[in-house]
């Protein structure tokens, strides 16, 4: 295998296609479990990169450090080589939810910055969500072509004029019936509103106050529930700059890792290790490895780390009387209050070990009081 590093607007900007194999299951991911976190860490790099730039013109580049890259994870490949008028391809053994999932946010974001009124940014993300041609086929133009079950919602996707010609074509409700709209279709509109929104400053995340309705709930509601999804309300017009931040951080800060596959790699023994082997982590295990990596990364104790992290815990979990620290798994950047520098990474670290498997507020903090217990003791 041939590992290599690349973003993810690196990762469709040259004409390939990935095409996904039959035997492949379709597309599965979640708005709540897979499609909203990954939108969290995303807009995250954002708007460090905002944040950087403001801080930038005060205080110059040489006196801040370089942004922090979030890892997406990995994506199994081996190239196709195409007969003569068609697209060079991969097949992607392993990481095909990844890859059309990111397809679906650049096709999203180009449709949502059209409305921005910058001419260019539409053009720039048209090239990452179209191959050039000309092709003997048609279906070669699209960046990833999935299996089967998912040809029809892809190709309407990209052929769709405007958002309100989705919302019809796959309706939430007929009559009182409700009907679910295909994941691939709820991941475009999530992506799509949820680009229009960060373009007018509104944070999906809310306030990260315990049971607090956010406007991502909201805007997962409307995409359940209603044939026609409208868009959260703003109170700032579109803001160029945002979308050129949104951009870059799909360009620089947020990585892929690809493994190409060579001639003496079986792809399908490749696939089934992968995925049929090894005991999934729980949640405790991935906090366990972020104390650890965290004492080594900046020199402090262990034992400093985990108390950071119950406090953290305690904070959101117990609601202390004359606390003031950031609620567990709140999405609220920690960054903008000055009195929460060192919780940030903590609580962004929570979030991402509990939320992929839907855990509760209480099974993380089991979780870090495993900590404690197994591996700080």
Not at 11 to 35: A, D, H
Not at 58 to 75: D, E, Y
Not at 262 to 267: H, K, Q, T, V, Y
Not at 359 to 369: E, F, L, N, W, Y
Request: proline residues 7%; neutral net charge.
């Amino acid at each position: 295998m041939q590992p290599s590093k690349t973003t993810v607007t690196g990762l469709f900007n040259s004409p390939y296609q990935y095409q996904i194999p039959i035997f492949q299951r379709g597309y599965v991911w979640t708005l709540e479990k897979q499609v909203v976190p990954l939108w969290a860490d995303i807009q995250d790099r954002a708007d460090a990169r905002l944040e950087r730039d403001q801080a930038q013109q005060s205080v110059g580049a040489a006196a801040l450090k370089p942004l922090q890259k979030h890892f997406l994870g990995s994506l199994v490949l081996t190239p196709v080589t195409p007969p003569f008028g068609r697209v060079p391809a991969y097949e992607v053994i392993d990481g095909q939810q990844r890859s059309t999932t990111l397809q679906l946010l650049l096709l999203a974001f180009r449709d949502a910055a059209q409305r921005v009124g910058d001419s260019q940014l539409p053009k720039m993300l048209d090239t990452l969500v179209r191959n050039p041609g000309p092709y003997t086929v048609d279906t070669d133009y699209h960046k990833v072509w999935p299996t089967e079950a998912g040809q029809d919602e892809m190709r309407f996707l990209y052929e769709a004029q405007k958002i309100e010609d989705i919302c019809a074509e796959y309706p939430a409700r007929a009559g009182r019936k409700k009907i679910e709209r295909p994941l691939l279709v709820q991941t475009y509109l999530y992506f799509y509103f949820a680009c229009l929104a960060y373009l007018q400053s509104v944070d999906l995340a809310g306030t990260g106050e315990a049971d607090e309705h956010t406007p991502s709930d909201e805007l997962v509601k409307r995409i359940r529930s209603g044939n026609d999804v409208m868009p959260l309300e703003a109170t700032t017009a579109f803001d160029p700059k945002r979308a050129q931040a949104l951009y870059m951080a799909l360009a620089e800060n947020v990585q892929i890792m690809t493994l190409q596959l060579e001639a003496e790699d079986d792809p399908q023994v490749i696939f089934e290790t992968l995925n049929a082997r090894g005991e999934p982590l729980l949640a405790s295990d991935l906090i366990r490895n972020f104390v650890f990596l965290e004492a080594a990364r900046t020199g402090k104790p262990v034992s400093n780390v985990v108390r950071e992290v119950l406090e953290s815990v305690r904070c959101g979990a117990c609601r202390q009387q004359g606390c003031h620290q950031q609620p567990l798994l709140g999405r609220k950047r920690a960054a903008r209050s000055p009195d929460l520098p060192a919780h940030r990474p903590v609580l962004l670290q929570l979030h991402r070990a509990a939320q992929p498997r839907n855990d509760s507020r209480r099974a993380c903090v089991r979780g870090v009081q495993d900590v404690v217990a197994k591996g700080a003791a």
